[in-house]
């Protein structure tokens, strides 16, 4: 059975770094798209940054600057690198990818910003 396995998440302080990892198990697939989504308490889910095909690249308006999104196709593994990080980047963070067609998701990881 193809999943996403997600880590990474935490609490941290405004203005600190966490990385997020998700990896493609049980697929002998390169995963074409992979990319993270959040929703924030009370909110409805967002893109945060996702990459496509040929490292085409999209980021969310209010993590341009701050996040890094970036893919090891040979692993099948998508990061996304948080710096800087704000309390309204407080979320339950949660990976996306499509291999061959399918479009998978992970369960999720709590990022919580507080200090």
């Known amino acids: 059975q193809v999943q996403l396995v997600e880590s990474g998440g935490g609490l941290v302080q405004p203005g600190g770094s966490l990385r997020l990892s998700c990896e493609v198990r049980?697929?002998?697939?390169?995963?074409?798209?992979m990319g993270w989504y959040r929703q924030p308490p009370g909110k409805e889910r967002e893109l945060v940054a996702i990459?496509?095909?040929?490292?085409?690249?999209r980021y969310g308006d209010s993590v341009l600057g701050r996040f890094t999104i970036s893919k090891d196709n040979a692993k099948n593994v998508v990061y996304l690198q948080m710096n800087n990080l704000k309390l309204e980047d407080t979320a339950v963070y949660y990976c996306k990818a499509i291999v061959r067609g399918h479009e998978l998701w992970g369960q999720g990881t709590q990022v919580t910003v507080s200090s």
């Open positions: 990459r496509g095909v040929g490292s085409n690249t």
């Open positions: 049980g697929s002998i697939y390169s995963a074409n798209t």
